[in-house]
């Protein structure tokens, strides 16, 4: 009996030490549950809560054109200058130096362009002069020539018409001498002599044809070496134009020169790109700056872009196309809907006037944002993440 009791009771014993240990536990459980609550009512509010920004203005980076020794400053921190202002000078003694015998060279080319041309126009003309003459004689041979082959064809051309006429009287008379003959009237001699003579005239009609197609070859070939002389004596004088050429190429390229020289001497004088204040003026005449570095920065009094900076953490919660409403610090309460501009890849360095501790260094991700105009440079905001 005693042996049977003993397992219920252990089965009793058991339960009552789980029920125990499970009273014991509800607080604990109940203090993890609150501090879960706790934390994403934390990321949550870390996520909605207004990020601090600025209203940041336009800015130009003057930078050194090349690499020169400065000799004037001609602006001081703060000073408000137009587009276009000197900003600097650079020495330029070396380019203005390389200019100067650029440009005399290029005075030289010109020079010696002028007489070249002048040397080839004096010799053409003597050689238009001499072509003249000789070309006169030789027109003279070769149009000799062409007129008595045509005076020769002209001849054989009405030898051969009149030969014809023969031909066509001969055959009228042979018919008359062959009806006379017929009749008795005539003898058999007559017929058989005006035969010979209208097959000897028929073949001269032969020979004379062959002699008009050859003379007439002969007038064309004549013709011909006539205009192939006078083209090629027009050619043997040649092109002035081409001659010079060549030199012209030269002045063309001395002039790039002295384009390009020209620029870098204007460069030596550093203007300013666009209307604004300067702002971290960092050179002094006497100073030697080399090609790119920072001169001064031309700030705009407009404001070009919003940024707010966001904790790293809160990075992959980002997207561009998420709707985000500005506040300004003189506006508070009044929120304006914007557009994310951009996301910076790499987290920046936190505005001090924006830190929590301007002695401690902060970084973020920025947020760029579109601006409605009316923010002013420098200017405190309050930027909203709207929920997605």
């Not at 009791?5 to 203090?31: D, F, Q, T, Y």
């Not at 930078?63 to 600097?88: H, K």
């Not at 080319?109 to 072509?131: F, H, K, V």
């Not at 008359?176 to 209208?198: I, M």
């Amino acid at each position: 009996m005693s042996t049977g009791a003993e397992p219920l009771r252990a089965r009793i014993s058991w339960r009552k030490r789980l029920g125990r240990r499970g009273l014991r536990s509800i607080p604990m459980l109940v203090w993890c549950a609150a501090l879960l609550g706790i934390a994403v009512l934390w990321h949550e509010r870390r996520i909605h809560a207004p990020l601090k920004g600025l209203a940041e203005p336009g800015s130009f980076e003057v930078a050194a054109p090349r690499e020169a020794r400065v000799t004037q400053v001609a602006v001081v921190e703060g000073q408000r200058v137009e587009a276009g202002a000197v900003l600097a000078e650079l020495d330029a003694a070396a380019i203005t130096e390389q200019l100067a015998s650029a440009r005399h060279e290029l005075l030289a080319l010109e020079a010696e362009l002028a007489s070249e041309s002048e040397l080839l126009q004096s010799q053409r003309t003597l050689e238009q002069l001499e072509l003249d003459v000789s070309r006169g004689r030789e027109t003279q041979r070769f149009a000799r020539d062409v007129e008595d082959s045509r005076l020769e064809l002209m001849q054989t051309t009405a030898e051969l018409a009149e030969a014809r006429v023969s031909v066509r009287g001969l055959r009228d008379e042979y018919d008359r001498v062959r009806g006379l003959a017929g009749s008795g009237v005539a003898s058999a001699l007559e017929s058989v002599k005006v035969t010979t003579q209208h097959d000897a005239l028929a073949k001269r009609i032969t020979e004379l044809e062959s002699i008009e197609v050859a003379r007439r070859a002969r007038v064309a070939a004549a013709e011909e070496r006539l205009q192939s002389f006078q083209s090629a004596a027009e050619a043997r004088l040649g092109s002035i134009e081409r001659q010079l050429q060549p030199l012209r190429w030269r002045i063309r390229a001395q002039e790039s020169v002295v384009a390009e020289l020209e620029l870098q001497r204007e460069a030596c004088v550093v203007r300013a790109p666009g209307a604004g204040v300067v702002q971290g003026l960092q050179r002094r005449a006497g100073e030697f700056v080399r090609e790119g570095d920072s001169l001064c920065r031309i700030v705009e009094p407009v404001t070009r872009n919003l940024v707010a900076y966001v904790p790293e953490e809160l990075y992959r919660s980002l997207d561009p196309t998420q709707p985000v409403r500005v506040e300004r610090a003189d506006h508070p309460g009044s929120l304006r809907p914007a557009r994310i501009r951009s996301i910076s890849p790499a987290v920046v360095s936190v505005p001090v006037q924006l830190r929590a501790d301007p002695r401690v260094e902060e970084w973020a991700i920025a947020l760029h944002v579109e601006p409605h105009g009316d923010e002013l440079p420098g200017q405190s905001l309050r930027i909203y993440l709207t929920p997605r």
